[in-house]
């Protein structure tokens, strides 16, 4: 069966350090993988994405890799603030065309 | 520019009621989705839409019906609601060439 596995619902980082989370999945073949941010009581806002032909992707503080071999993308969050805690969601699809499917993801904390 | 807004924010139903739950959007999107969020679920697609007169079903398409008359606006109904169905509900659109979808703020369903 398909999965999307975020590696551990909680992780706790004091600030300043690089927060690294983790997206594994199986059973896809995904043309690209996205992640997103969510705040309690918000909606998803949209952070980055990575096509299948990318190894990396950096934005301001923020890191994705891909690796389509491994079947897993890490994202990271160099020089954390307290600001930065939040859901953070890992979604993929198998083509341009097919809805995203999201992991359940990781809620980040990082404590000053 | 308001981006994606749903109405109701918030609700309360008894058993076997009915109601619908509207998304709009003013991005000219081509695609839209409706997707549950449940505790140790994370987000799952109920519906979605590729374009105007157009729906197709997700994971979890039973109970629900939807219905895009206009390219803006994709209405999800509940004709009868059950316990089962309370959860926060998300509509996202995309535009055709990109894949980030843009949430609404979501609208929060509680059934009784």
């Known amino acids: 069966s398909q999965k999307i596995e975020q590696n551990s619902e909680a992780l706790n980082i004091q600030e300043g350090k690089t927060a690294t989370l983790t997206c594994n999945y199986t059973?896809?073949?995904?043309?690209?993988l996205q992640w997103y941010r969510q705040d309690p009581g918000r909606g998803p806002v949209f952070l980055l994405l990575?096509?299948?032909?990318?190894k990396e992707k950096r934005k301001e503080r923020l890191k994705v890799t891909f690796d389509t071999t491994l079947k897993q993308s890490l994202f990271h969050i160099t020089a954390s603030q307290p600001a930065d805690s939040a859901t953070y969601l890992c979604?993929?699809?198998?083509?341009?065309?097919?809805?995203?499917?999201f992991g359940k993801g990781t809620r980040l904390s990082v404590i000053a | 520019n308001a981006g994606v807004t749903q109405t109701p924010k918030f609700r309360v139903l008894k058993t076997g009621q009915s109601m619908t739950l509207l998304c709009a959007q003013d991005?000219?999107?081509?695609?839209m989705y409706w997707y549950r969020q449940d505790p140790g679920m994370g987000l799952r697609l109920i519906h979605y839409?590729?374009?105007?007169?157009?729906?197709a079903k997700g994971e979890v398409p039973d109970g629900y019906n939807v219905s895009r008359l206009k390219k803006q606006n994709f209405l999800l109904g509940l004709e009868s609601a059950a316990p089962s169905q309370t959860s926060v509900y998300f509509c996202?659109?995309?535009?055709?060439?990109?894949?980030?979808?843009?949430f609404g703020e979501g609208s929060r369903l509680t059934v009784l």
């Open positions: 996202a659109s995309r535009g055709t060439n990109t894949g980030e979808l843009f």
């Open positions: 059973n896809y073949s995904p043309a690209y």
């Open positions: 990575i096509r299948e032909n990318e």
């Open positions: 979604a993929l699809a198998n083509s341009g065309n097919t809805p995203l499917v």
């Open positions: 991005m000219n999107h081509e695609y």
């Open positions: 839409s590729v374009g105007e007169g157009t729906t």
